[in-house]
């Protein structure tokens, strides 16, 4: 019977990446996965006509241009390729024109009006200061490299969402950063729910968030 370092459970994209990290460390290596196909999230399939394909799950990739791990992988050498929306994300509103939110973090701020001043102070240094920020939240525990930045992110990140949404005063910016904390998938009422509206805004402004062209398993 085969022997291997390790066994690693689901071929999504974590579990992808754990492969792969430890086959650079020259670790032999067994990726097993239940499903038919290997993916995971990033799975892309024919449901409804022939050639036409749907992302099952995720589509679009903001981490994809801002996560270290991804960009250290050599992608485009196997034929990805990353198209751009001319808006990152847009929330409609019923009484009113929708917010935006725009890779031009100016342009975001210009039409969130009174809530501007606010917005810039929760994202400015998130989306100035991401790399140390990506390598003091994203990778192993270690001293952060800029502990007075992640100090200043972490205080805004653990905060509930729905406090945050409280201190905006136009249904816009509610709608856009309710918007952006709900991909948590959890109450907004929650701890922590802030975490994932600034870093997900944070990267639309600083990387555009990224669509793979046909589609998260094009190339796989
Ligand atoms: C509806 C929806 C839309 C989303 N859209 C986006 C998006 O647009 N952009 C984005 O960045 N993120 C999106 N996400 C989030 C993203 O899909 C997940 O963060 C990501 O897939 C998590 O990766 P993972 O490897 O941890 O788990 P998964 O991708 O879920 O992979 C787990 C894998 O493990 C396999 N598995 C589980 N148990 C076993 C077992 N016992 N034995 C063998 N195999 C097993 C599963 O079959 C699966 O293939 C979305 C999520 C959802 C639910």
Known sequence: MAKYDAVIVGSGPNGLAAAITLQQQGLSTLLVEGSDTIGGGLRTKELTLSGYKH?????IHPMAMASPFMRSLPLEEYGLSFTFARYEAAHPLLRETGAVLSRNLEETIQQLGDDGKLYRSLIQDVVDRWE????????????????????????????PASWVASRFKTERAKALWAGMAAHGIQPLSNWTTSAIGMVLMA??????????????????
Not at 133 to 152: N, Y
Not at 210 to 218: H, K, L, R, T
């Open 55 to 59: 992302d099952v799950c995720s589509a």
């Open 132 to 159: 140390i920020l990506a390598e003091d939240t994203m990778g192993p525990l270690r001293f952060p490299k800029d502990p007075i930045l992640l100090a200043s992110f972490g205080w805004k990140a653990v905060l």
């Open 203 to 220: 990267v639309g402004h600083r990387f555009g968030w990224a669509i793979p062209v046909g589609g998260s398993q094009e190339h796989s």
